[in-house]
Structures are given as structure tokens and as C-alpha cells.
């Protein structure tokens, strides 16, 4: 029997039905938890909305598509079994929306993959931040990792993946060095992503970002845009770490808080060391889109 009160608030979809967190599991003998063997996606609503939700629905199924899983349903019913977590749970006010495709397991326990019954689970609990609310004045303190993010050639991180192991040891040395997050690096000392989310840096009112080895993040696509509707040039392209340590400002942008100010990087301010005028701007931004049926769908 299940013990709910150990799991956060929400609600789950999984084996075909809708069922409480705790009772959203994976059997042991899953590739998922195997061999990291899956594919996921995070959409988050407010206030009753989704964001960009189809966004994130067709960057799931192409995720899935480009490591040949199979999603057993269509995105219109994904969709919707989105939102009935959302309800069932409670969680429409901030929620954090998961959809994942695991491999599963082959009933021979073959060690083809072609064999395996794929596994998919959706599930709806409070939506956290990266850097929470109440430091948005103050930004984050992030470590520059010499730890290399996977290379694209290994893994495609355009697909969305648990190989984090990189990501959680590149945490580990952040805290070893006093600061709170880690950005990781490529081996030619060009910055990379974190975990969970895209890293941007403003230069002289240009918006720069990563353009290799990194995730598409959706809020990434966000900032872009949003940038260029606030009339600075975008470019995506290498961006190396000492462009970054020198910028005028820097943040990154995740579904899990949206875009956050950068504040330090090891034991250098980024800029004056506050959260500057176009960081600002874009999350301002950011949010008033929250209320933009163009950008949101209702739970
Ligand atoms: C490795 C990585 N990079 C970037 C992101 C940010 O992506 P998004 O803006 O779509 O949340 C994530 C989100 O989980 C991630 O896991």
C-alpha cells in the first residue's frame, strides 16, 4: 500500500491509469533505470495555464522519435492526460508537468531493445525554481566547471535525456567550491548547460547563447525571442568562457523558474554582481506572456 504522505502533493498517470504519485513506479528490470534508456519532457502552467504546452508536446514526440520509442498514445491525448494530472492533483496554480517514455522491458528480459514494451508515465506536482522567487535580486552563484558536458557526438542533447551524471558530479565540485550551481563546459573551454537548464550571456546589449551541445530549451527559444521583440541581436553561437566571465550580464532559463539572473561565476561578480537591465526586462517579459493566450493554453 501506498503512503502519500511521504510524496510531494499531485498527481500521476501510468500502467493506463490515473493513480497517486506514489504509485506512479517503474519495475527494477526497466531500461529506463537500467541504462538511462528514455526520454522526457517538463511543461509547467500558472495560474491555469499551460506554457507553451504544444511546444513541449512536439519536442517530446521528437525526442521519442529520434531514439525510436514508441509514445503509445497520440500528443492530443497526452495533452490531455496532462491536464487531468493537473486537475486530479491540485497543481494547476504552479504546477511542474512530466511526461517520460522509458524503453521498458523486454517480457524475456532479451537484451534487444527492440523487444522491450516501452514504459509511459506523466505526472503533476508543485512547480519548483531553480533559483527561488525571493533571490531573483540577488542571482545565482555558479561554479564554471572543468567537468565536460557529454559530448553531441556521444549523445544527442538535442533529445532530452537522464544522462546527468556529469551534471549531478559538476553539482557535487559547485558545492566543494562555495557556490550554489555548476555550468559545464566543452572540451574547448566553451560554456555548455547546466542541469536543467540553458545558460545566456549579455554583451554590450547583444544576447548571447550556446549553439552546440546543448538542450533546445524551450525557455532558451523563449529568451530568444523575446530578446529580439525587446530589440537586441541574438546570437547563437560558441560562446567561450572567458566572453562569459566578461559579460555586462548573465541568467539562464529553465521551465523549472524561467529566466534567472546570474549573479557570480566562481569568485568573480558577472557585471556590477546584480541581476542587470535586460535580465530584467526579459523576465518581466517572460512572465507578462503567462497571461498571452498566443503563449498559453488553459488547464
Ligand atoms: C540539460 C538541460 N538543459 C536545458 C534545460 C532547459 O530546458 P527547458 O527550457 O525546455 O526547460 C533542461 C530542462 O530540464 C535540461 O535538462
Not at 546570474?262 to 526579459?282: C, E, F, K, Q
Request: charged fraction near 25%.
Amino acid at each position: 500500500m501506498s503512503d502519500s504522505q511521504t510524496f510531494p502533493p499531485g498527481a500521476a498517470y501510468a500502467r493506463g491509469q490515473y493513480c497517486a504519485i506514489a504509485d506512479a513506479t517503474l519495475s527494477v528490470l526497466d531500461w529506463g533505470l537500467l541504462r538511462s534508456d528514455a526520454t522526457y519532457d517538463v511543461a509547467h502552467c500558472i495560474d491555469g495555464r499551460f506554457f507553451r504546452l504544444d511546444a513541449h508536446l512536439d519536442r517530446f514526440y521528437a525526442s521519442a522519435e529520434k531514439l525510436r520509442l514508441d509514445i503509445p498514445v497520440a500528443k492530443a491525448d497526452c495533452a490531455e492526460i496532462m491536464r487531468e494530472c493537473v486537475r486530479r492533483g491540485g497543481v494547476g496554480e504552479a504546477g511542474y508537468v512530466e511526461c517520460l517514455i522509458t524503453r521498458g522491458l523486454s517480457p524475456t528480459f532479451s537484451r534487444d531493445p527492440r523487444d522491450a514494451v516501452p514504459t509511459f508515465i506523466v505526472f503533476a506536482v508543485p512547480l519548483g525554481f531553480i533559483l527561488p522567487r525571493d533571490r531573483w535580486d540577488e542571482g545565482l552563484h555558479v561554479h564554471i566547471s572543468g567537468i565536460r558536458r557529454i559530448p553531441p557526438e556521444s549523445v544527442d542533447p538535442t533529445a532530452k535525456n537522464y544522462h546527468w551524471h556529469d551534471l549531478v558530479q559538476g553539482l557535487y565540485a559547485a558545492y566543494d567550491a562555495g557556490a550554489e550551481n555548476v555550468v559545464l563546459t566543452d572540451p574547448a573551454e566553451n560554456i555548455c548547460e547546466g542541469p536543467g537548464f540553458n545558460v545566456f550571456a549579455v554583451k554590450d546589449g547583444r544576447v548571447l547563447t550556446p549553439d552546440r551541445g546543448v538542450l533546445r530549451g524551450i525557455s532558451r527559444d523563449t529568451a530568444l525571442r523575446l530578446a529580439a521583440e525587446l530589440g537586441h541581436e541574438t546570437v547563437e553561437a560558441p560562446l567561450p568562457t572567458a566572453t562569459f566571465r566578461a559579460a555586462d550580464e548573465a541568467f539562464i532559463t529553465s521551465t523549472a523558474g524561467g529566466i534567472m539572473p546570474i549573479a557570480r561565476a566562481d569568485d568573480r561578480p558577472i557585471g556590477d554582481g546584480r541581476p542587470g537591465p535586460v535580465t530584467r526586462a526579459l523576465r518581466d517579459l517572460y512572465w507578462e506572456k503567462h497571461r498571452d493566450p498566443a503563449w498559453t493554453t488553459p488547464v
